[in-house]
C-alpha cells in the first residue's frame, strides 16, 4: 500500500516465531503505519539472506525506515551497515536482549537495580559443575531468597526463585544457560510497573499484579491495572531509554521501600495487554516517530 508520504517502512519480524500473540502485535503496527499513509511490507529475517557485503537474494527496493520486531542483532547491524535506518537500533537490542548486559548498562548510567551477581560463564555441553564453588559466596552476598535469571528470555520464562541452598543448586544443575543472580526485594513480590516509551515520552503504563507467583508477567497469569506512574517513576523509565538509546520500549520498574529501581528493560515490547489495559495503542505512538 502506497500512501501520501510515500515513505517505504519494512517491518522485520523473525520467521520462526510466528503465534496468535505475536501476529497481533504485527497487525496492530502495520495498521498504524497504513493509517499514516506509508507503504508497508513485511520481511522476515529468513527473507533476508546477506552475505556481510550485501543480500544474496531478492529483497526488492530498499525502505526508508525499518521496524526491527526480531533479536537477530546480526541482521540489525547490518541493516545498519547497509545505511537503513533501524529502530530500535542493534545496540538498543543487544543490551535489552542480555539480562548480564542490561545490568552492566544501567550500572554504568548510575541507573537504580537490583543488585546482581554475575555467573560464571560455562559452556553449552558441560552445563554447571561443582555449583557450591561459586554459589556459597552468591547466596552470602545476596542472602535467600534470591533470584535466578536466564541472560535469555521473555515474558517472565526463565526466572526462578531459590529459596535456599538446595533450591539454587537444582536450578542451576537443570540449565547450561548464561544466568545472573538478583537480590529478592520482598516488598516488590509479585508486583511490577511496565512503562512504555516511545521518542522521549512516556505513552502507557499499567501495574502488574499476580497473586499465585513472585513474576507478575500477564502471561503467567498476572492481572493488569491502568497506572499513572509518578514524576520519578517516569524521570527514571526515560533515563533509561536515553541509555539504551530506545526510540521505543518496555520498562520494568519495581517499586521498593527505597524508590523505583529497573527490573527490566525490553526493546520489543509487546504492547496488546497494555492497550487493553489502558485503550493506548503503542503500535500509533511508534508510526507517529519514525
Not at 30 to 55: C, H, M, P, S
Request: charged share 25%; proline share 3%; net charge negative.
Amino acid at each position: 500500500m502506497k500512501g501520501e508520504y510515500e515513505l517505504r517502512v519494512w517491518l522485520v519480524i523473525n520467521e520462526f516465531l510466528k503465534t496468535e500473540k505475536f501476529n497481533e502485535i504485527y497487525k496492530m503496527l502495520t495498521d498504524a503505519l497504513y493509517e499514516r499513509g506509508y507503504t508497508v511490507e513485511i520481511k522476515t529475517n529468513a527473507q533476508l539472506i546477506y552475505n556481510g557485503d550485501t543480500f544474496i537474494n531478492d529483497v526488492g527496493d530498499l525502505p526508508d525506515r525499518v521496524i526491527f520486531w526480531d533479536k537477530d542483532i546480526l541482521l540489525a547491524r547490518f541493516l545498519e551497515k547497509i545505511g537503513l535506518k533501524v529502530y530500535n537500533s542493534s545496540f538498543s537490542i543487544e543490551m535489552s536482549d542480555d539480562k548480564a548486559l542490561t545490568y552492566t548498562l544501567l550500572k554504568k548510567n548510575n541507573i537504580p537495580t537490583p543488585e546482581t551477581v554475575f555467573c560464571p560463564m560455562t559452556y553449552e555441553n558441560i552445563g554447571y559443575k561443582n555449583i557450591e564453588a561459586f554459589i556459597e559466596p552468591v547466596a552470602k552476598k545476596l542472602g535467600f531468597p534470591f533470584i535466578i535469571k536466564e541472560c535469555k528470555g521473555s515474558f517472565g520464562k526463565g526466572v526462578y526463585l531459590a529459596e535456599n541452598l538446595h533450591s539454587a543448586k537444582n536450578i542451576i544443575e537443570n540449565t547450561n544457560k548464561p544466568l545472573i543472580f538478583q537480590k529478592f526485594i520482598k516488598e516488590c513480590m509479585g508486583e511490577d510497573i511496565r512503562i512504555n516509551v516511545v521518542g522521549k515520552k512516556c505513552v502507557a503504563s499499567m501495574l502488574r499484579k499476580s497473586k499465585d507467583d513472585f513474576r507478575a508477567n500477564i502471561t503467567l497469569g498476572g492481572t493488569a491495572f491502568d497506572y499513572e506512574p509518578t514524576e520519578q517513576e517516569k524521570a527514571l523509565a526515560l533515563k533509561c531509554a536515553s541509555a539504551f538509546d530506545l526510540t521505543f520500549g518496555g520498562i520494568d520498574i519495581l517499586r521498593t521501600n527505597n524508590g523505583p529501581v529497573i527490573c527490566e528493560v525490553n526493546s520489543n515490547a509487546h504492547f496488546k495487554s497494555i492497550y487493553d489495559c489502558t485503550g493506548v495503542n503503542v503500535g500509533e505512538e511508534i508510526a507517529k516517530i519514525i
